[in-house]
DNA sequence: AACTTAATCAACCGCTCCGCT
DNA sequence: AAGCGGAGCGGTTGATTAAGT
């Protein structure tokens, strides 16, 4: 007798939300508040899982989250929390208001990780990972990268496997590696791997905004136009909120 | 302009946790 | 104490967009 799955797979829609679907969920919860979410799609006139339900609402239509791109302060605390909780986005994201755990989680593997490797930084320990490298001479280095890159096919000598076309000989493979870079600039015997970080020069949509100025922006960030039923709700909701 | 590759992030899946009976 | 069910968590997938050739 196994478990009953959390709701009638052959009912539900998957795959994105579309408008008309967010306009319902934010509708309910604002009108009933987040509770039992297996009943949010019946309720609600959904025909969602209520996990997606769940999922929708706290990571992307909850009034007071974020939005945009982590800021320099956020990313470093994100860092510092995940040196001393590891994977656990969930208190990570508790320590970050406005931020979810599926936005930290991504924003980590697919920013952070990446910055903390070319710093030279294992993003699982935090450790240096240049603790058995950093006595190696520069050229010693280098040698021991080339050595590690993966082997390719032997080549004939022909033009299509000639070196010109090998990633191997491509100076170019060492733009992504500063480290390496920096070993073939002016001073190789200091590896230089001070890359500056990147921030795509997105602005915060959502900045520190209040809990009522979000919600208004929500709504007209969401491009619900027909949303005066939900408008006329809300103030009474946001008001019980901040009372509790 | 067309195609390919890489990057991003919303959403899903399966598991664990926790409260209730 | 054990079993059940709902909620939450973390890993992964896949669609979309951007960048490169």
């Known amino acids: 007798m196994g478990r009953q799955p959390c709701c009638d797979k052959l009912e539900v829609k998957k795959g994105p939300w579309t408008a008309e679907e967010d306009k319902k969920l934010i509708s309910f919860i604002l009108s009933n508040g987040p509770c039992c979410w297996r009943a949010v799609p019946k309720l609600a006139g959904l025909r969602r899982c209520g996990k997606s339900c769940r999922l929708r609402w706290t990571n992307y239509l909850r009034p007071d989250l974020k939005r945009g791109l982590l800021n320099e302060a956020e990313e470093q605390l994100v860092i510092d929390l995940h040196a001393s909780l590891g ?87 060492f733009k992504n590696a500063p480290l390496i870079s920096s070993l073939l600039g002016d001073d190789p015997d200091i590896p230089q791997v001070d890359v500056p970080w990147e921030f795509p020069s997105g602005e915060q949509i959502f900045d520190s905004v209040s809990w009522d100025d979000n919600i208004s922006s929500l709504l007209d960030f969401q491009g619900f136009d027909c949303f005066s039923d939900v408008e006329m709700n809300l103030s009474n909701v946001l008001e019980l909120r901040h009372e509790q």
């Open 87 to 173: 994977n656990r986005w969930s208190k990570i994201a508790a320590r970050l208001p406005g931020r979810t755990d599926n936005e930290i989680k991504n924003h980590w593997n697919t920013h952070i990780k990446k910055k903390l490797l070319n710093m030279g930084i294992d993003p699982v320990t935090h450790q240096s990972l240049r603790k058995e490298t950093e006595t190696l001479s520069a050229t010693d280095y280098l040698a021991d990268f080339v050595k590690h890159l993966p082997e390719l096919p032997e080549t004939n000598g022909s033009d299509e496997n000639s070196c010109s076309s090998d990633e191997r000989c491509d100076s170019n493979l």
